[in-house]
């Protein structure tokens, strides 16, 4: 012991007949293994923690290839939406309404009351977007609240499956909670909820499934467990009980017993981003959502027993199916592209930064083809892109998960001279790790903000909702797409960006953009890359117009965007994308969501809520454009 003590190295050692042995991992590739299938007809899923995270968008991703009927098991019950949130459609709003409601029946409400209510608000809604997705991908599904830490509880779900449905064919043990703290700062009672909460649920499962019928056994472990890691002794604890449990099962079983040491997850996770930076500084690859989930049916469909710990992350060696080229690219740097065209940091300090920007017709090539009334004005998109940027700089090494509760308080006009404006993007006191707040002003009047909106850093985001099916027998649009630049539309050649429109109705329209590259719109290098291509989101916005005007003959100018979330960039020849008027849509307000799409139907990207206010005086502007 003394000797280990001193030696450094590895974190698991063991003694034999006077041999020093340590634990490596190796590269297994599943390439070749006859396929064993994942669940039949009929089968039961049993998932603990599923309704949330990691383990919900891994379950829907099984529940795709097999259709099973799942067996939810979590803290958070399946509930009906209260009518007073309903109609609250973001975080903020959400938060808002909570707030109001709360103080309503006690003015004196504490902030942390109304931080708890709003959490439980936002659990709920995830469960429920799980469950939508999960039966859109056409399983049935059961919720079981329970605390899995109570062991009795558990057990007595699992008993009562086993009643109902005469069998359990797979589980996902993937429940799990993280309070990272160093030892000496540690307080007993959380380590114990950490360790409990993996460990009690499993020794559950392992006392009451019943092996002869089970296809396969899941422990959601983490490369903690197997490599250790600062601040984390408690889930490295309680991942390595998951690992040897795992060991111990899979010796005694005919089903496939295997615990995943997940490395951290790219968007979502049980890992911190102050964790996320430490795997980084290590070499640690963050693993996206869609090939975490790839991995996982692969290892069922391929994986054999006496494989027992398998670890999944960049420092195993194991090659993953390569992403395409762009989409590395995309996380390999940082966007800069507006950046780029003269922006200095005046304030530089973790999770704070403050930047003056100047907008100049000269290095922003695009302001000539953007004119209300013949006047340069900064496009909403191209503000939104300029947050965006300024949010990935304050953090270097994370990257921008999304933008969210965008607002336009008021446009920015480009002057002859150049217009300087002031843009800060801050940590939000006591908002979740990974939030940073905002804001653009215009350097000349600092108190005034021009835009504000919110960012999320390497962290969960509001689940998206079940893929809906595409738009059909839509009829073809009424013009050509020359006619609506010049009837409908102000916009110059460079924002003339819509290459076909497929078909439009009352429900939305259907088309096809041209991306744009930085530096075709500014005066900078070539390599420099977009957060979510400006140029591309206003041609988004145009269609929004056409509709509007079509429809309700308006012309709409942007007021809000509910969140913007790029996937992979949009580069290529040809981006679709697919506007969806949303129910709420009443004139003059026009509410609409944008999904943009590769060639072969896969999501690049998304537009939530987007929110343009509509007047028959605008019309004027279309003529303007045309005249100028």
């Not at 449990?245 to 911190?272: F, I, K, N, Y």
């Not at 002859?416 to 979740?432: F, P």
């Not at 790029?566 to 580069?571: F, K, R, T």
């Amino acid at each position: 012991i003394a000797a280990e003590l001193v030696a450094g190295g590895p974190v698991e050692v063991g003694r034999r007949d006077g041999r020093r042995i340590t634990v490596e991992p190796v590269a297994e590739p599943l390439d070749g293994r006859p396929d064993g299938g994942l669940l039949d007809d009929g089968a039961v899923l049993l998932v603990t923690g599923g309704a949330r995270g990691i383990t919900a968008a891994a379950t829907i991703a099984l529940a795709r290839a097999c259709r099973p009927t799942v067996v939810l098991v979590g803290r958070t019950g399946l509930t009906e939406e209260n009518p007073r949130y309903a109609a609250a459609a973001g975080d903020a709003a959400l938060k808002q309404a909570v707030i109001a409601t709360l103080r309503a029946g006690d003015p004196g409400v504490t902030p942390a009351t109304v931080e708890r209510e709003y959490r439980r608000l936002l659990r709920e809604r995830e469960v429920r977007a799980t469950v939508a997705a999960l039966e859109e991908a056409g399983a049935r599904v059961e919720v079981r609240p329970c605390d899995v830490r109570d062991a009795d509880a558990l057990a007595a779900i699992v008993e009562d499956v086993y009643a109902t449905h005469g069998r359990i064919d797979g589980v996902i043990h993937g429940a799990g909670v993280i309070e990272d703290k160093l030892v000496a700062d540690k307080e007993l009672d959380s380590f114990e909820r950490v360790l409990a909460t993996k460990v009690t649920g499993a020794t559950v499962l392992a006392r009451t499934l019943r092996p002869d019928g089970l296809r396969f056994l899941v422990f959601f472990s983490s490369v903690s467990g197997r490599f250790g890691n600062r601040g984390q002794a408690d889930y490295a604890a309680a991942s390595e009980a998951l690992d040897k449990l795992a060991q111990h099962l899979d010796r005694r079983w005919p089903a496939r017993v295997v615990a995943v040491e997940w490395g951290p997850w790219l968007t979502t996770g049980m890992v911190s981003p102050a964790v996320r930076r430490q795997f980084a500084e290590r070499g640690v690859a963050l693993i996206d959502v869609e090939t975490g989930c790839r991995m996982l049916e692969e290892e069922l469909r391929f994986g054999r027993a006496g494989e027992a710990e398998v670890v999944i992350g960049g420092t195993t060696g194991f090659d993953p199916p390569a992403r395409p080229a762009a989409a590395s690219a995309a996380h390999a740097t940082p966007p800069r592209a507006l950046l780029a065209a003269d922006a200095a940091v005046t304030r530089a300090e973790p999770d704070d930064l403050e930047l003056r920007r100047t907008f100049d017709l000269a290095r922003d090539r695009y302001l000539t083809d953007h004119r209300l009334d013949g006047r340069p004005v900064v496009p909403f998109a191209v503000a939104t892109e300029l947050m965006a940027e300024a949010a990935a700089a304050a953090a270097p090494g994370r990257r921008v998960a999304e933008v969210a509760d965008i607002r336009v308080l008021s446009g920015l006009e480009v002057p002859d001279g150049g217009l300087e404006v002031r843009v800060r993007a801050s940590a939000i006191a006591g908002a979740e790790t990974g939030t940073l707040d905002l804001s653009i002003a215009a350097t000349a009047e600092p108190r005034r903000l021009r835009y504000r909106a919110r960012a999320a850093l390497d962290r969960p985001v509001t689940p998206d909702p079940p893929p809906a099916e595409p738009l059909a027998g839509l009829p073809p649009f009424p013009m050509t797409v020359a006619e609506a630049y010049e009837r409908l539309l102000f916009h110059g050649p460079l924002f003339q960006g819509i290459v076909a429109i497929e078909g439009m109705d009352e429900r939305g329209l259907r088309a096809v953009l041209r991306p744009t590259p930085p530096e075709r719109a500014l005066a900078v290098a070539a390599g420099e890359r977009w957060w979510m291509d400006p140029i591309t989101v206003d041609c988004a916005l145009q269609l929004q117009v056409i509709w509007a005007r079509l429809a309700w003959d308006v012309t709409l100018l942007p007021a809000s965007i509910g969140s913007v979330r790029p996937v992979a960039p949009l580069e290529g020849e040809a981006i679709g994308v697919e506007l969806r008027v949303r129910p709420e849509s009443r004139p003059p307000l026009c509410h609409v969501d944008h999904v943009f799409t590769a060639p072969g139907g896969r999501v690049l990207g998304r537009l939530t809520d987007v929110v343009g206010t509509g007047s028959k005086v605008l019309n004027r502007l279309a003529t303007a454009g045309a005249a100028s």
